[in-house]
């Protein structure tokens, strides 16, 4: 192993899941460059260990190539090489599919899909000049378990499920690991925002849709997302070094009933 740091790029790390992976790797010695399009930070942890050794922020938007391209370029020159890329950034729409448009279509796919897409078409280059590198992409249990007002957020995440498995098949030769993980209910901001929706649109009180999402679950509670971060971590390093093209289920259990 070289004496450097080991090098992580984290997409989606204004807040949330994104955020507590950034930290999390951060925490663990890794060089990590936080990437969102959010032009503020979140007010936790993220903000607080930009002004850490080994965490900085790059505002970037995933679904942009020039702007992917230009990136992954400067992270290159600045650090030597990427050993681990976390494509969590995501966008979720609450809404019936006969009110949705081909803008929301475009939009929704382009973060969702475009994003892990293009990442990894500009960063398996870099790994494999070092014959190795690990690629974690965030799918959902909405892959597996459709919902209601929800169609093309599943149909995305459904779509990084086949991705993450024929890249891993594409990336064996060259030492890289391609995996994914599926969380179920997590307290992020983009649940919360999902979960507001769903009041908007049913007329219920968010309180009750709260209560009830929360009841559903067999822990009868919300993941945290730095319980996402430890799975993405595992798959991310070598206790994982067996594993490719497997997806990880962070779901209490949602699939298996």
């Not at 475009?106 to 590198?133: A, Q, S, T, Y």
């Not at 690990?134 to 995440?157: D, Q």
């Not at 730095?226 to 971590?233: L, P, Q, S």
């Not at 093209?245 to 298996?256: K, P, R």
Request: glycine fraction near 10%.
């Amino acid at each position: 192993m070289p004496d450097r740091k080991r090098v992580a790029l984290v997409t989606g790390a204004a807040r949330g899941i994104g955020e507590a992976t950034a930290v999390g790797f951060s925490q663990a010695g890794y060089q990590v460059v936080g990437v969102d399009q959010i032009e503020q930070v979140g007010a936790s942890g993220l903000k607080t260990a930009i002004a850490r050794e080994g965490l900085v922020y790059a505002k970037c938007d995933v679904g942009d190539e020039r702007q992917v391209e230009r990136l992954v370029g400067q992270i290159v020159d600045q650090f030597e090489t990427i050993d681990v890329l976390v494509n969590n950034a995501g966008l979720v729409l609450t809404k019936p599919l006969t009110e949705t448009d081909l803008d929301d279509f475009e939009r929704i796919f382009g973060v969702n899909v475009g994003g892990p897409f293009l990442m990894c078409k500009h960063v398996v280059p870099v790994m494999r000049r070092n014959r190795r590198g690990s690629i974690v992409n965030l799918a959902s249990v909405s892959a597996y378990v459709g919902s209601v007002n929800n169609v093309l957020y599943c149909a995305s995440k459904g779509a990084v499920l086949a991705f993450t498995k024929a890249l891993a098949v594409e990336l064996a030769q060259d030492g890289i690991r391609v995996n994914s993980i599926s969380p179920g209910y997590i307290d992020t901001p983009m649940l919360r925002d999902d979960l507001a929706a769903q009041s908007r649109l049913t007329g219920l009180a968010l309180e009750e849709i709260v209560k009830r999402e929360e009841g559903g679950q067999l822990f009868k509670r919300f993941a945290s997302p730095t319980e996402v971060a430890e799975a993405i971590f595992f798959l991310a390093n070598d206790g994982a070094s067996f594993i490719t093209g497997a997806d990880l289920l962070v779901d209490c259990g949602w699939v298996a009933r």
